[in-house]
């Protein structure tokens, strides 16, 4: 039987995605959808609750909104926290799930061993570098059995409760959950694909946002505090910016 399942999507200034992403999450037959706001200074909040009140005389899943701290890993803690599914999925305001993503996750998860997993990843723009990126993203997960945050984790929630949901970082956050996630039960890598912006490695360049990507990673796995790195990272790409 088909076990409940929440989406939830953390958003900060989502104002040219949001939309589209609703719109389509909602109609692949999840059980709720919750947006929770970072505190976005666009109109991204008014534009959640307008398809919110607009989706309900539609008989479209519920959408909801709600408010929490800045920070990726406190706003995805307080959706789950006002969820009611028993499997929670976390989707980012730029990615869209494959078509038939609900029904490959209740085929996982009917297998009692497996305690989550994630999807392959590919760009809402294909070129040579977002090909490369994509492929080298899904190698690196299935050999690491880590998750990033743009390829859709989903968990069961006792699991997500046991382990105390996200930790509160401000970068690696989806690093840190999914090798927490590996230690609780067998986790899989779905080869459907969801869709990502590739808005993020176009600002600075495919090149350099790897890079960037690679040290990142690196002084995280050799100790560097995750505060330090999102310093870094903020000054990377304001300079990239101006």
């Given at each position: 039987m088909a076990m409940p399942i929440s989406v939830i999507i953390p958003t900060l200034n989502e104002?040219?995605?949001?939309?589209?992403?609703?719109?389509?999450?909602?109609?692949?037959?999840?059980?709720?959808?919750?947006?929770?706001?970072?505190?976005?200074?666009?109109?991204?909040?008014?534009?959640?609750?307008?398809?919110?009140?607009?989706?309900?005389?539609?008989?479209?899943?519920?959408?909801?909104?709600?408010?929490?701290?800045?920070?990726?890993?406190?706003?995805?803690n307080e959706g789950a926290k006002v969820s009611l599914g028993e499997?929670?999925?976390?989707?980012?305001?730029?990615?869209?799930?494959?078509?038939?993503?609900?029904?490959?996750i209740d085929i996982t998860l009917a297998d009692q061993r497996i305690v989550g997993g994630?999807?392959?990843?590919?760009?809402?723009?294909?070129?040579?570098w977002g090909t490369i990126i994509s492929r080298m993203m899904n190698w690196r997960s299935r050999l690491s059995g880590l998750s990033t945050g743009d390829q859709a984790l989903f968990v069961r929630r006792p699991i997500?409760?046991?382990?105390?949901?996200?930790?509160d970082m401000p970068l690696m956050e989806d690093i840190e959950f999914s090798r927490r996630l590996n230690?609780?039960?067998?986790?899989?890598?779905?080869?459907?694909?969801?869709t990502t912006s590739f808005r993020r490695w176009e600002l600075q360049g495919p090149l350099r946002t790897i890079l960037l990507m690679w040290a990142l990673r690196f002084l995280y796995w050799v100790g560097?505090?995750?505060h330090?790195?999102?310093?870094?990272?903020?000054?990377v790409r304001e300079k990239a910016r101006g």
């Open positions: 104002e040219r995605t949001i939309i589209a992403t609703l719109a389509h999450t909602a109609g692949l037959g999840f059980d709720e959808l919750i947006v929770v706001d970072g505190g976005s200074a666009d109109e991204t909040p008014a534009l959640v609750e307008s398809y919110r009140v607009s989706a309900q005389p539609s008989g479209l899943r519920p959408v909801r909104l709600v408010t929490a701290p800045c920070g990726r890993a406190r706003q995805m499997v929670l999925l976390f989707l980012h305001a730029d990615t869209q799930l494959p078509n038939d993503a609900k029904r490959m994630w999807f392959d990843v590919r760009f809402d723009h294909p070129s040579i997500f409760e046991q382990m105390g949901g996200f930790a230690r609780k039960g067998a986790t899989t890598a779905l080869t459907a694909t969801v560097v505090d995750p330090r790195l999102a310093q870094f990272y903020t000054a």
